[in-house]
């Protein structure tokens, strides 16, 4: 079955600019989604279709692609970003959604 | 404003059925797919399928032969069903909607699902 990748952990200082990566090989044909979750709470989506930024979401928060990898940045790093981050997109069909494994940031 | 509003926490014993409900309001209820994703504790989350307003479903192949997604259009409620429940199926189940193109844009509140002897 199809799976993305992404690292399991990433740590930055405050004021320092994190970036999360998620690589699967469907990428260049399917949208990619960004989501962040805080501890018992329901996942937030954060970027849309690879690049958007959906409203009320800070601007430090960007996403990019190319190739089979996508990023999310996030720019001038704040303590209230440390959470988890999860990319999901569709398979090669678009008819099956998958997520990566997640990525915890820590802000040092 | 859109809301997602699941049923609460359940305990069932392996070899049993659950059923999870997400009401939504604030949109029309018809326009919009639903997903339903789950997270074991500790854990990352994992799709499980979409089911449109009139019924029609995918179901992620793992889940194939035991999950059944429904609507009730009447009350703007969606369902799933999950059944021949074992330990590995305690998790928290969420309910995402579609919007078209932009996938699990709202999100319910979560219901907990444990499964014990």
């Known amino acids: 079955s199809y799976e993305l990748t992404q690292p399991p952990s990433v740590s930055v200082s405050p004021g320092q600019t994190a970036r999360i990566t998620c690589s699967g090989h469907?990428?260049?044909?399917?949208?990619a989604f960004w989501f962040q979750q805080r501890p018992g709470q329901a996942p937030v989506l954060v970027i849309y279709k690879d690049t958007e930024r959906p409203s009320g979401i800070p601007e430090r928060f960007s996403g990019s692609s190319s190739g089979t990898t996508v990023t999310l940045t996030i720019s001038g790093v704040q303590a209230e970003d440390e959470a988890d981050y999860y990319c999901q997109s569709g398979d090669s069909t678009g008819a099956y959604r998958v997520f990566g494994g997640g990525t915890h940031l820590t802000v040092l | 404003q859109v809301q997602l509003v699941q049923s609460g926490a359940e305990v069932k014993k392996p070899g049993a059925s659950v059923k999870v409900s997400c009401k939504a309001s604030?949109?029309?209820?018809?326009?919009?797919?639903m997903h339903w994703v789950r997270q074991a504790p500790g854990q990352g989350l994992e799709w499980m399928g979409i089911v449109n307003p009139s019924g029609g479903t995918t179901y992620a192949q793992k889940f194939q032969g035991r999950i059944t997604m429904t609507t009730d259009t009447s009350t703007s409620t969606f369902y799933m069903e999950l059944s021949s429940l074992r330990s590995e199926d305690t998790a928290v189940y969420y309910c995402?909607?579609?919007?078209?193109?932009?996938?699990?844009?709202?999100w319910g509140q979560g219901s907990l699902v444990t499964v014990s002897p």
């Open positions: 469907a990428l260049p044909k399917q949208y």
């Open positions: 604030g949109y029309t209820f018809t326009n919009h797919y």
């Open positions: 995402a909607r579609d919007a078209s193109g932009v996938d699990f844009d709202y």
